[in-house]
């Protein structure tokens, strides 16, 4: 139903206003009292073959949600009634922000691909926490933490530390999110000495903690083989319990959209299709050179099962969706799950 009726609708709009129109739509029609029930008997499927146990945490499926389509923790409920294992929100800063000027957000529907330049747009962590109260479904929710635009990187370990101190009670993990390409300056956090010290600051924090939760860190796909080595060091001296591979990329090669419609569009991250074999690369290259010394969550392109199963297989021990979940629709969740048994 999704591809050839709600799909064609709601790309007649722009990108970001489908956006907020499906978040209404879901909203409002798990306010039926038999659309919940429903949605869940079309699109739940488990199975006890599928779950996986990593950092303490019990996943009952390896198929997330990525941060960024649930930024403000508004669908919890609802994502999660279409079996996603986990769901990640964010990216949330201290301070609400408006994010970077409209428009921001395209598609590229002839290489199922999007370009965003968003720019950590959210309603602040407290007004998450609000939401976080009221939810009602066990889900996983990790939080993935970021700085304000107008903090400076000097001052950007106190933002992310305001962020974890306020989440802490709400999530079951953190993700550090210094690889977004979107605000000024955040991609030299992933420089090893200021990434060290944000991490030690981080897990010193939480090591303090009678429960510690587990921290990951999300990188780049831009990031040379040296710079990942560095990552590998770097995740092993703080004993952070995992990497996301990967963000978006600001890569536009190997596109078939016109050159002067990229162009038009500017500046931005961009996910689906075209980053999946990038994607793939760094985690391979992560699992063999770290001697898997650290679990990787792998996003990145994912469309279909097949896509799936080539992160599982390249090292990755979960998977994230997110620009796949826009163009091949909520259906992509189960026949992933399906298409991973299969493989079993």
């Not at 635009?149 to 101190?165: G, H, I, L, S």
Request: a positive charge; hydrophobic letters at 40%; charged letters at 25%.
């Amino acid at each position: 139903m999704y591809r050839w009726l709600l799909k064609p609708l709601l790309f007649r709009l722009s990108a970001e206003t489908a956006h907020r129109l499906t978040v209404r739509l879901l909203k409002f029609a798990f306010r039926v009292p038999f659309v919940p029930a429903m949605l869940r008997s079309y699109y739940h499927f488990e199975h006890p073959k599928l779950a996986r146990s990593l950092f303490g945490l019990t996943f009952p499926n390896p198929v997330g949600l990525a941060a960024g389509l649930d930024k403000n923790a508004e669908m919890i409920d609802e994502l999660a009634s279409i079996g996603f294992g986990f769901i990640e929100i964010g990216t949330l800063t201290p301070k609400p922000q408006e994010g970077n000027p409209k428009p921001r957000l395209f598609r590229l529907p002839t290489d199922e691909a999007l370009i965003n330049r968003m720019g950590f747009n959210n309603e602040g962590v407290a007004e998450a926490i609000t939401r976080l109260r009221k939810r009602k479904s066990k889900v996983i929710v990790g939080g993935n933490i970021g700085k304000n635009k107008n903090t400076p990187n000097e001052q950007a370990t106190d933002d992310y530390v305001a962020c974890f101190d306020a989440l802490y009670d709400w999530v079951d993990y953190f993700v550090v999110n210094v690889s977004s390409p979107n605000t000024p300056n955040l991609r030299a956090l992933q420089e090893r000495e200021p990434l060290e010290k944000l991490l030690n600051t981080l897990q010193a924090r939480n090591n303090a903690l009678p429960t510690p939760k587990p921290i990951l860190l999300k990188i780049a796909p831009d990031l040379t083989n040296e710079q990942l080595d560095e990552i590998i060091e770097v995740i092993k001296a703080t004993q952070l319990a995992g990497v996301i591979a990967t963000n978006t990329t600001i890569s536009r090669q190997g596109l078939h959209t016109p050159t002067e419609a990229i162009e038009s569009m500017g500046a931005g991250g961009l996910s689906g299709k075209p980053l999946r074999e990038r994607a793939t690369e760094v985690i391979k290259y992560l699992k063999q050179h770290s001697n898997n010394a650290f679990p990787i969550i792998g996003v990145g392109g994912i469309h279909s099962p097949e896509d799936a199963i080539e992160k599982l297989q390249a090292g990755a021990d979960l998977v994230q969706i997110y620009t796949g979940f826009v163009y091949e629709g909520p259906a992509l969740v189960r026949k992933i799950k399906k298409g991973i048994l299969q493989k079993m």
